[in-house]
C-alpha cells in the first residue's frame, strides 16, 4: 500500500490533467495545479491517514502529511484526533520521531500542520522540539485544559520570536484573558514561580523589541505586582532598561526602580541620565522630578547630574525644558559644582529660559526666535471656463465614460442622425460594432455608455433591439398602489438596513420593492413600464435625470422623432448654456417643425445662467413653440429658486438610528451624513423629480455617474453637494466621491452652504491638493463659506476618524498661498471645537492647533474674543497649551 500511494497521486494527476485538457486544450501551469487539487480535495484526509499508517519511515511519512498536494485552503481537514488514532498502534519512539519532526515543518502561526502536530506532542508527551514557530504557533491556538505541553512550552514563550505579538491582544483587566489567567492559575497552583515568570519578563525585556511584542509581557509583569524585595533583586536589570526600552517598558521599570530604594548615588545617577536623554516628555520630566528629589536629599549628587541637567535644556519639549531651568536656579548653590557645565548650555535654552538661568550662573543667551515674516501672496487670478469643444464622433469605448466626450458625441450623433444614415453607419460601425455584445440581453441599462451603445447599435442595425421582456423596467403610474412590507423597525441602523436589502435581493425581490422597503414607501402595480430603465428610487437622482435623457433620444431614434438638435449641450466647460445658443437651438427646432424632447428641454432649463435675462426672454417667445414659450418663462423669472437645502449628522448604536446634537462631539464608528433638499414644484416633471431629497440610505446602485451630476446643475452646485453627502463617507467598495468632483463643485456656480462646506472640509482633511486648490479658488471667487467649513471640519475631526495635525499641515499650506483671512475664518470655529473636553489633558497637536491660530490672528489683524480659548487661558499654569491659549486670548482681546 505504501509503495502504490506516489503511484496513484500520479494517476490522479494524469486524470486530472486529461479532464482539462478535453475541455479546452493544453493546460496552463496554474490550471494543471488547480484541476489536480478539485480531484484530490475530497480524498486528502484519507490519504494521510493511509500513508501514515502504512508507510515505515517517520522521515517518510511527515513528508507525505505535508505534501503539497493536500495542502488546501477549503474543503476537509484531517482531524486531528483520527490521526493520532491512526498512529496509536505504531511504536511510541516511532511516533516521537514524527511529532518532532511534523512540528519542525511549522513555520507560523496559523500553519495548517499545526493542529496535526500539537496532536500528536500532547500524544506521546514527549519533549518538543526547540522551535520558536512551534511555540508561536501552540499560543495561537488557545488555552487547552490539562494541556501537557503547559510545562514545555509555556517557559519558552520568553524567549520564542513571535510570541509577544501573538499575545498582544491579551488583557488583564478587567478580567484576565485566558493566557493570563492561565499564568495567574499556574502561580496560584504553585506549579509556576514568580521568580522565573518575573525573571522570564525581565529577560524578554532586556532581549529588545517593539512595543507591541513587549506589550504581552508587560501586562504579565503588571499582572505579578513584584514585592520590592523582588525588585530589589533585580535593580540593575531594570536601570539598564530605562535608556531604550519601549516606552511602556521605561516605564514600568522606572516605578519598580522608584518602589525599590534607597539606591546608591551612582544608580541615582545613571537613572536620572537615562531619563532624561530619552525624547518622551512623561520620562524626562519624571528624571527631573527625581533629580530635584534626590538633589534635596543628598546635595553631593548634584556634581554627578548637572550634565543631565545640561542635556535637558536642549530637549525638544519646552515643558522639559522649563523644568530643568527651575531646577537650576531652585538649587543654584548645590550646582556650584556643575556650574560650568551650567553655564555653558544656557544658550539652548529658549530665550526666556535662558535668562533666568543666565542671571544666576552666567552664559550667553539665545536670541529670541523672531516671527517669520509674513508675505502676504496673491490669491490665484480665477480664470474664465474654457467654451465645451464641438460635436464629434470621435471617440473611443472609454471616452464614453467621460462626460465631456459623452455630450460631444450626443450633439454630433442627433445633427447627423437626421442626414446620410449610410455615412453615420459607416463612422459608427469601427466603434460599436463589437462592444456591449449582450446590450439587448440586459433588463436594465444603467450606465451612459450602455445608451450610447445603444442608440449606435440602433443605427448600425435598426430594429436589433428586440421587444422588451415583459414586466422589464419600472413602474412609473398606477391606478392604485400596494402595500409592501413597510419598516416596522424604523430605527435601525443604515448598517443592519443595508444587509437586509441584500438578503431581500438574493431571495429574488424586485428592484422596486427593495426600494421601497428601503425608503419606506409603496410599490406601485407592474401596470406601465419605461424599457430598460431601473427603478428611479435604485439610482441617485441626477444619474435618473440622466439616464432618462437618454431614455428619451433611445425612444426617439426608434420612432423617428428625433429634433434636428439638441438644446442642453453646454456651450461652457462648467456645464452651463448661453441664452442666445439655446433660442438658436430652438428656432431651428421650430423652423423644422419639430417640438424639442422634454427631458433635453429640462436640462437645458437647468444648465441656463442664474439671472432674469428680459431680452432674451423676449426673443424666445417670439419663436412660437411650447419649448420655447417654457425658455422665455423661465428667462424672465430667473430660472430655478434656491430650494432649501443642508445636512444632518446621525449616527447608529444599538440597532437604532440618532441623530447628534449640534453640540455633541464625540467618536461614533457608524457617523452618518443625511441629505436635507427641499424644493418648491416647478411644473417640470423630470427637474421636480430631480429635486427629490436623496435617501441617506444608499444602494448598490447609487453614486454613479457622478461626474455628470455638477453640470446637470451648474447654478445649483449646493444641489449637488447634498446628493454627494451619501457617498462621501465609507467609499471602499462603492461608488464614491473624489476630488475631481470637488474641484467640478468649486468651478460651478449658486449658493454654498453646508453641504459644499463638509465636502471640501472631507478633502481637506483627508490631505488632498485638490482640495487645497479648490479652497484658494473659492477664496479668490468670495464665495468661501469659512465658517461652514471650519464648523464641518470640526465635526469631521471629532465625529470620524480624520485626525488634527494632518489637517493643520494643509490649512497652513493654504494660509501661506494667500488665503490667510479665509483660513482664520475655518479657525475661529473649527479651533474651539478642537480644544480639550473637561478633564483631557492637552496633547501637543492641541497646543500646536492653538499656536497656529494664534500665528494667523497676527497675520489677518484678527479681533473678537473665542470663549473656548479664554476659559483655557484662565485655567493657568505654565504648559505650552496653556501659554498659546494666554498668547490667542491677548492677541484679539
Request: glycine content about 8%; charged content about 25%.
Amino acid at each position: 500500500m505504501a509503495r502504490r500511494l506516489p503511484e496513484f497521486l500520479d494517476e490522479v494527476r494524469q486524470v486530472a490533467v486529461e479532464r482539462v485538457r478535453a475541455k479546452q486544450g493544453e493546460p496552463q501551469p496554474w490550471e494543471e495545479r488547480e484541476a489536480v487539487g478539485d480531484v484530490l480535495l475530497p480524498l486528502g484526509p484519507s490519504l494521510r491517514i493511509v500513508g501514515v499508517g502504512t508507510i515505515s519511515g517517520a522521515a517518510a511519512a511527515v513528508a507525505w502529511l505535508t505534501r503539497r498536494e493536500f495542502a488546501v485552503r477549503w474543503g476537509p481537514q484531517l482531524e486531528p484526533g483520527h490521526l493520532v488514532t491512526a498512529l496509536a498502534g505504531r511504536p511510541e519512539a516511532w511516533r516521537a520521531d514524527v511529532a518532532a519532526r511534523l512540528a519542525k515543518k511549522i513555520r507560523r502561526a496559523n500553519d495548517p500542520i499545526a493542529p496535526l502536530a500539537l496532536a500528536l506532542l500532547r500524544a506521546v508527551q514527549g519533549e518538543p522540539p526547540n522551535h520558536d514557530p512551534l511555540v508561536v504557533a501552540w499560543l495561537f491556538a488557545g488555552v487547552v485544559d490539562d494541556d501537557p505541553l503547559v510545562g514545555p512550552l509555556l517557559p519558552r514563550i520568553f524567549e520564542a520570536q513571535g510570541a509577544g505579538r501573538t499575545l498582544m491582544e491579551e488583557r488583564a483587566t478587567p478580567t484576565p484573558t485566558p493566557w493570563l489567567a492561565l499564568f495567574k492559575q499556574l502561580l496560584a497552583d504553585g506549579r509556576l514561580s514568580r521568580a522565573e515568570v518575573i525573571d522570564g519578563c525581565v529577560s524578554r525585556f532586556l532581549r529588545g523589541g517593539d512595543a507591541v511584542d513587549l506589550r504581552f509581557f508587560v501586562r504579565l509583569h503588571e499582572l505579578l505586582a513584584p514585592e520590592p524585595h523582588e525588585v530589589a533583586a533585580r535593580t540593575r536589570d531594570y536601570l539598564r532598561l530605562l535608556p531604550t526600552a519601549p516606552s511602556t517598558v521605561a516605564t514600568l521599570a522606572l516605578d519598580q526602580v522608584r518602589r525599590s530604594g534607597p539606591h546608591d548615588e551612582a544608580d541615582v545617577a545613571e537613572a536620572v541620565d537615562a531619563l532624561i536623554f530619552r525624547s518622551e516628555t512623561k520620562l524626562a520630566e519624571a528624571g527631573l522630578r527625581w533629580l530635584d528629589q534626590e538633589v534635596r536629599r543628598a546635595p553631593t549628587l548634584v556634581g554627578e547630574t548637572a550634565s543631565a541637567l545640561a542635556t535637558a535644556f536642549a530637549h525638544t519639549s519646552y515643558d522639559v525644558q522649563r523644568r530643568a531651568a527651575r531646577i537650576a536656579v531652585k538649587h543654584a548653590a548645590a550646582f556650584e559644582a556643575g556650574a560650568a557645565v551650567i553655564t555653558e548650555a544656557v544658550g539652548l535654552l529658549p530665550a526666556e529660559l535662558g535668562a533666568q538661568v543666565a542671571a544666576v550662573f552666567g552664559g550667553e543667551v539665545a536670541e529670541p526666535e523672531a516671527p517669520e515674516p509674513f508675505v502676504p501672496v496673491a490669491l490665484p487670478v480665477v480664470e474664465k471656463p474654457g467654451p465645451f469643444p464641438a460635436p464629434s464622433l470621435e471617440v473611443n469605448e472609454w471616452d464614453l465614460h467621460d462626460w465631456v466626450k459623452s455630450e460631444q458625441w450626443l450633439a454630433a450623433f442627433v445633427e447627423q442622425a437626421g442626414g446620410d444614415r449610410t455615412a453615420l453607419r459607416a463612422r459608427l460601425e469601427p466603434v460599436f460594432g463589437d462592444v456591449f455584445s449582450q446590450l439587448h440581453e440586459m433588463k436594465r441599462w444603467r450606465d451612459a455608455p450602455q445608451w450610447i451603445a445603444a442608440l449606435a447599435k440602433e443605427v448600425i442595425a435598426s430594429g436589433s433591439d428586440p421587444d422588451v421582456p415583459e414586466g422589464t423596467g419600472f413602474s412609473v403610474t398606477g391606478e392604485k398602489e400596494t402595500d409592501v412590507p413597510g419598516r416596522a423597525f424604523t430605527d435601525l441602523t443604515k448598517q443592519v438596513w443595508n444587509n437586509l436589502f441584500r438578503q431581500i435581493s438574493k431571495l429574488g425581490a424586485s428592484e422596486e420593492l427593495v426600494a421601497a422597503v428601503r425608503d419606506g414607501l409603496p410599490a406601485s402595480p407592474p401596470e406601465r413600464v419605461e424599457r430598460r430603465l431601473p427603478d428611479p428610487r435604485s439610482v441617485s437622482g441626477p444619474h435618473m435625470f440622466l439616464l432618462r435623457r437618454l431614455s428619451e433620444l433611445y425612444v426617439a431614434l426608434r420612432e423617428g422623432t428625433l429634433p434636428p438638435v439638441l438644446l442642453a449641450t453646454p456651450t461652457s466647460m462648467t456645464g452651463h448654456l448661453s441664452p442666445d445658443v439655446l433660442i438658436e437651438r430652438l428656432e431651428i427646432c421650430a423652423a423644422a417643425g419639430v417640438e424639442p424632447l422634454s427631458a433635453d428641454l429640462q436640462q437645458a432649463l437647468l444648465r441656463l445662467p442664474r439671472r432674469r435675462d428680459a431680452e432674451a426672454a423676449e426673443r424666445a417667445a417670439r419663436v412660437g413653440s411650447r419649448a420655447a414659450a417654457s425658455v422665455a418663462t423661465w428667462l424672465a423669472e430667473g430660472g430655478l429658486p434656491d430650494p432649501e437645502t443642508g445636512l444632518k449628522w446621525g449616527y447608529g448604536k444599538h440597532a437604532r438610528d440618532h441623530d447628534f446634537r449640534e453640540d455633541e462631539l464625540r467618536y461614533e464608528a457608524t457617523a452618518r451624513l443625511i441629505p436635507v433638499l427641499r424644493a418648491k414644484p416647478t411644473g417640470h416633471d423630470l427637474i421636480d423629480e430631480l429635486l427629490r431629497e436623496p435617501s441617506s440610505r444608499r444602494g448598490d446602485g447609487h453614486g454613479y455617474a457622478v461626474d455628470w451630476w455638477p453640470a446637470t446643475l451648474p447654478s445649483h452646485r449646493e444641489v449637488v453637494a447634498v446628493n454627494y453627502l451619501p457617498h462621501l463617507l465609507y467609499q471602499w467598495n462603492r461608488a464614491g466621491v473624489y476630488p475631481a468632483h470637488l474641484v467640478a463643485l468649486t468651478q460651478a456656480n449658486g449658493p454654498v452652504g453646508e453641504a459644499t462646506a463638509l465636502v471640501l472640509a472631507y478633502f481637506l482633511a483627508a490631505e488632498r491638493q485638490e482640495a487645497v486648490r479648490s479652497l484658494l479658488l473659492m477664496a479668490a471667487r468670495e464665495d468661501l463659506d469659512g465658517e461652514a467649513v471650519g464648523r464641518q471640519l470640526g465635526y469631521l475631526v471629532r465625529r470620524t476618524w480624520f485626525e488634527t495635525r494632518p489637517l493643520l499641515k494643509v490649512l497652513t499650506e493654504a494660509a501661506h498661498q494667500g488665503a490667510h483671512e479665509q483660513v482664520w475664518e475655518i479657525l475661529r470655529v473649527m479651533t474651539p471645537m478642537l480644544l480639550p473636553d473637561e478633564g483631557e489633558r492637552p496633547t501637543v497637536v492641541h497646543s500646536e492647533l492653538v499656536a497656529f491660530t494664534a500665528d494667523l490672528a497676527v497675520r489677518t489683524g484678527a479681533k473678537g474674543e473665542i470663549p473656548a480659548v479664554t476659559a483655557h487661558a484662565a485655567r493657568g499654569g505654565r504648559s505650552r497649551f496653556v501659554r498659546e491659549c494666554a498668547r490667542l486670548r491677548d492677541l484679539l482681546g
